[in-house]
């Protein structure tokens, strides 16, 4: 089992910063992938950025150029860093662990973008 906490949400205005982290524990050897996911409410649950145990990156077309993700191993955590956040970033987000043939989630973090 993989436990996931996930932390930094807010509100924050449009422009603004904001980093989440997602720090994992338990059984995370065999973790590949660590990726960001975000929920609107009304909408489906959206990828958002994704990084390999290799260091591999990839973003939503909505946020690249803006959000970066990163991992910092020696302390099993995932960072998303959100610049220039718009109104229609506002939604829970997500952490998600993914191994083989398993993968697991974090309780979200709220992210609100507004003025």
Do not use: H
Not at 58 to 79: E, H, L, M, P, Q
Request: hydrophobic fraction near 30%; proline fraction near 3%; charged fraction near 15%.
């Amino acid at each position: 089992q993989v436990q996931l906490v996930e932390s930094g949400g807010g509100l924050v205005q449009p422009g603004g910063s904001l980093t989440l982290s997602c720090t994992a524990s338990g059984s995370i050897s065999n973790i590949n992938v660590m990726a960001w996911y975000r929920q609107a409410p009304g909408k489906q649950r959206e990828r958002v950025a994704a990084i390999t145990s290799g260091g591999s990156t990839n973003y939503g077309d909505s946020v690249k150029g803006r959000f970066t993700i990163s991992r910092d191993n020696a302390r099993n955590t995932v960072y998303l860093q959100m610049n220039g956040l718009k109104p229609e970033d506002t939604a829970v987000y997500y952490c998600k662990a993914v191994g083989l043939r398993v993968e697991y989630w974090g309780q979200g973090t709220q992210v609100t973008v507004s003025s």
